[in-house]
């Protein structure tokens, strides 16, 4: 029968362990001084070596005729293949009290062989709270004949009263040429052709693992039946080369939108790994960065210099900066979502629409718009009647109108996102919604606020956030720009199959979501291709709607909606409705 690679070139001694240098000296260390702790903690991440070293340690210490920290091999603790005293326990599927307790009762008998019995738990974060507490007595106060070896992955999950108890060895990440060293001996033992080049892209991906890399190089072996090359690394791994990185670096500079979509599809029917494909490019992207500003640095560190040459060149650090930022929020949300290529192609839709913002906000074309613009503002301004008044004896007038502004000013680009409020604002009287279209719309916002709730599905949060992205793209159109920038000002915080609400940071925003009601579901309906019913609220009110659903303080129960919001807003021209609620217009410092 055919053995795996990894357990067949399995360390058999301290002098087989690569990269943990430290971890062996004190081992050697305690075994040669006969300082051996009763209990140890052996955490890291996977595949660095932590059963390899406590089953060698457990057989070194009860080894008859140990030569140089070496067992023997010949003695009958050594010749077993099945020690019993040495005990091996999987915490993942043995995690619950009675398991404990069965171990805690086994640990008076003596040992077979040897001198100890050793306990080895592997993943020992995996226990239960019960089963944490039963194993805590026995491992403060052992037998003397006992040694425990706990080894985990997530070490700040193993309770505080066991860590005190143990003596901790952190195992670290293997570099990448001490597994190239362990992979070409491995190689050259299998005669395996394997280019160097594959062996650090191994070394790469297996991000500090020797035995992930081990079992890249045998998958490898089973696909490829000449020399092994880097492009067949990536074509196991469902990962990229970086030329086709440097490729898609390139086609966001050059806006081709279309061409990153059809290499998406491409790569999906190659059955890439989208979660995979995010990380490498924001890899890549960071690279690049290092190469533009610490290139001593990087020369040290990358050795595929040439490939980012030519694409550096043409790129700005501010520009890198924003793409790794759009891509860190994608990989985020892909990890914890089932359609990874929606989200990864968003990613890119997203870094090309704001590419192509900026570029249109720093055009003089539109510099001299905002600057004309303004101008027209004041001009007009000084034609109409009683504006001779301060600011200050018009306070209620200018406090509900303030958003209303910056909202336009959005939408048009006149002025840019991250506008300094000590800059000069420009904003107009709003013309008040009746008080009828007040009550109505309250109405509409308790039916709908309860309707959502009844029938809450956060995975419909989730799946929809990422998608209002694509608002952002309607801010250059005429005719959704103003309910774009509305949208956009508020959050997604609870949605049902027919049903969202939106919550903005104050009363003033969601009024003007609400009295937009219409514009605004048509644009939500454009974006994804669904009808909703929409409706907003602000944060105070929210919190207390909030807390009602979590305690149930109230019931949340579905009703048919029996209105007819076009009929509710017939008086309005819903499309122009924000350009219409405006009249004087006022300047202040």
Same mark, same amino acid.
């Given at each position: 029968?055919?053995?795996?690679?990894?357990?067949?070139?399995?360390?058999?001694?301290?002098?087989?362990?690569?990269?943990?240098?430290?971890?062996?000296?004190?081992?050697?260390?305690?075994?040669?001084?006969?300082?051996?702790?009763?209990?140890?903690?052996?955490?890291?991440?996977?595949?660095?070596?932590?059963?390899?070293?406590?089953?060698?340690?457990?057989?070194?210490?009860?080894?008859?005729h140990p030569v140089d920290c070496k067992p023997c091999g010949k003695c009958i603790s050594c010749t077993q293949e099945n020690?019993?005293?040495?005990?091996?326990?999987?915490?993942?599927?043995?995690?619950?009290?009675?398991?404990?307790?069965?171990?805690?009762?086994?640990?008076?008998?003596?040992?077979?062989?040897?001198?100890?019995?050793?306990?080895?738990?592997?993943?020992?974060?995996?226990?239960?709270?019960?089963?944490?507490?039963?194993?805590?007595?026995?491992?403060?106060?052992?037998?003397?004949?006992?040694?425990?070896?706990?080894?985990?992955?997530?070490?700040?999950?193993?309770?505080?009263?066991?860590?005190?108890?143990?003596?901790?060895?952190?195992?670290?990440?293997?570099?990448?040429?001490?597994?190239?060293?362990?992979?070409?001996?491995?190689?050259?033992?299998?005669?395996?052709?394997?280019?160097?080049?594959?062996?650090?892209?191994?070394?790469?991906?297996?991000?500090?693992?020797?035995?992930?890399?081990?079992?890249?190089?045998?998958?490898?072996?089973?696909?490829?039946?000449?020399?092994?090359?880097?492009?067949?690394?990536?074509?196991?791994?469902?990962?990229?080369?970086?030329?086709?990185?440097?490729?898609?670096?390139?086609? @966001?500079?050059? #806006?081709? /939108?279309?061409? *990153?979509? $059809?290499?998406?599809?491409? &790569?999906?029917?190659?059955? !890439? =790994?989208?979660?995979?494909?995010?990380?490498?490019?924001?890899?890549?992207?960071?690279?690049?960065?290092?190469?533009?500003?610490?290139?001593?640095?990087?020369?040290?560190?990358?050795?595929?210099?040439?490939?980012?040459?030519?694409?550096?060149?043409? @790129?700005?650090? #501010?520009? /890198?900066?924003? *793409?790794? $930022?759009?891509?860190?929020? &994608?990989?985020?949300?892909? !990890? =914890?979502?089932?359609?990874?290529?929606?989200?990864?192609?968003?990613?890119?839709?997203?870094?090309?629409?704001?590419?192509?913002?900026?570029?249109?906000?720093?055009?003089?074309?539109?510099?001299?718009?905002?600057?004309?613009?303004?101008?027209?503002?004041?001009?007009?301004?000084?034609?109409?009647?009683?504006? $001779?008044?301060?600011?200050?004896?018009?306070?209620?007038?200018?406090?509900?109108?303030?958003?209303?502004?910056?909202?336009?000013?959005?939408?048009?680009?006149?002025?840019?996102?991250?506008?300094?409020?000590?800059?000069?604002?420009?904003?107009?009287?709003?013309?008040?919604?009746?008080?009828?279209?007040?009550?109505?719309?309250?109405?509409?916002?308790?039916?709908?606020?309860?309707?959502?709730?009844?029938?809450?599905?956060?995975?419909?949060?989730?799946?929809?956030?990422?998608?209002?992205?694509?608002?952002?793209?309607?801010?250059?159109?005429?005719?959704?720009?103003?309910?774009?920038?509305?949208?956009?000002?508020?959050?997604?915080?609870?949605?049902?199959?027919?049903?969202?609400?939106?919550?903005?940071?104050?009363?003033?925003?969601?009024?003007?979501?609400?009295?937009?009601?219409?514009?605004?579901?048509?644009?939500?309906?454009?974006?994804?291709?669904?009808?909703?019913?929409?409706?907003?609220?602000?944060?105070?009110?929210?919190?207390?709607?909030?807390?009602?659903?979590?305690?149930?303080?109230?019931?949340?129960?579905?009703?048919?909606?029996?209105?007819?919001?076009?009929?509710?807003?017939?008086?309005?021209?819903?499309?122009?409705?924000?350009?219409?609620?405006?009249?004087?217009?006022?300047?202040?410092?």
């Amino acid at each position: 029968m055919y053995q795996a690679l990894y357990r067949k070139y399995r360390p058999k001694t301290l002098d087989d362990i690569f990269g943990q240098d430290v971890i062996v000296k004190i081992i050697k260390n305690s075994i040669i001084n006969n300082q051996i702790n009763h209990a140890y903690l052996f955490a890291g991440p996977r595949g660095t070596g932590k059963t390899s070293i406590a089953k060698i340690f457990a057989k070194i210490i009860n080894c008859e005729h140990p030569v140089d920290c070496k067992p023997c091999g010949k003695c009958i603790s050594c010749t077993q293949e099945n020690n019993s005293d040495i005990i091996e326990i999987d915490a993942a599927s043995n995690n619950g009290v009675d398991e404990i307790r069965e171990l805690r009762n086994k640990v008076n008998l003596l040992p077979a062989y040897g001198k100890y019995k050793v306990y080895i738990i592997d993943e020992v974060h995996m226990l239960t709270q019960g089963a944490f507490n039963a194993l805590l007595k026995t491992l403060e106060e052992p037998p003397a004949h006992v040694i425990f070896i706990l080894a985990t992955t997530d070490p700040h999950k193993v309770i505080e009263t066991i860590l005190s108890r143990c003596q901790r060895l952190d195992f670290k990440k293997i570099t990448d040429d001490a597994i190239v060293e362990n992979l070409t001996k491995i190689a050259q033992n299998e005669n395996i052709d394997i280019d160097k080049e594959a062996l650090y892209e191994i070394a790469k991906l297996a991000d500090g693992g020797m035995r992930d890399s081990v079992g890249m190089l045998d998958q490898a072996r089973a696909y490829t039946e000449g020399k092994i090359t880097v492009k067949d690394i990536h074509d196991i791994n469902g990962t990229l080369t970086e030329k086709d990185l440097a490729e898609l670096l390139e086609n @966001i500079l050059d #806006n081709q /939108l279309d061409e *990153i979509l $059809e290499k998406i599809d491409n &790569y999906n029917d190659k059955g !890439k =790994n989208f979660v995979k494909l995010i990380d490498e490019f924001i890899n890549f992207v960071r690279n690049t960065i290092l190469y533009k500003e610490a290139p001593n640095y990087f020369q040290e560190r990358i050795k595929n210099v040439e490939k980012y040459e030519k694409i550096a060149s043409k @790129i700005t650090v #501010n520009t /890198l900066f924003s *793409i790794i $930022e759009t891509l860190n929020k &994608y990989s985020f949300e892909m !990890k =914890n979502n089932n359609n990874s290529k929606l989200l990864f192609e968003l990613a890119f839709i997203k870094i090309i629409s704001e590419k192509n913002k900026k570029n249109v906000e720093n055009t003089p074309e539109i510099a001299n718009i905002s600057k004309n613009t303004n101008l027209e503002i004041t001009k007009n301004a000084k034609n109409f009647p009683n504006k $001779e008044k301060s600011v200050e004896n018009q306070p209620k007038n200018i406090e509900k109108s303030e958003t209303n502004a910056q909202s336009i000013v959005k939408s048009t680009n006149i002025h840019s996102h991250e506008q300094n409020d000590d800059k000069k604002n420009i904003v107009k009287n709003i013309k008040p919604a009746n008080e009828t279209l007040k009550a109505n719309l309250e109405k509409i916002k308790q039916i709908r606020i309860d309707n959502t709730l009844a029938h809450f599905n956060k995975q419909e949060v989730r799946n929809i956030t990422p998608s209002l992205e694509l608002l952002n793209d309607l801010l250059l159109d005429p005719e959704y720009s103003h309910a774009a920038s509305i949208i956009l000002d508020g959050t997604l915080k609870a949605a049902s199959t027919d049903n969202l609400i939106f919550v903005f940071k104050n009363k003033r925003l969601s009024d003007l979501f609400n009295e937009n009601l219409l514009i605004i579901e048509e644009t939500i309906e454009k974006i994804l291709n669904k009808k909703y019913n929409l409706i907003a609220t602000d944060i105070d009110e929210w919190e207390i709607i909030k807390n009602d659903f979590n305690h149930k303080l109230r019931p949340f129960i579905y009703k048919e909606e029996q209105f007819n919001l076009e009929d509710i807003f017939k008086e309005e021209d819903t499309k122009n409705n924000i350009e219409s609620m405006f009249e004087d217009i006022i300047e202040y410092n």
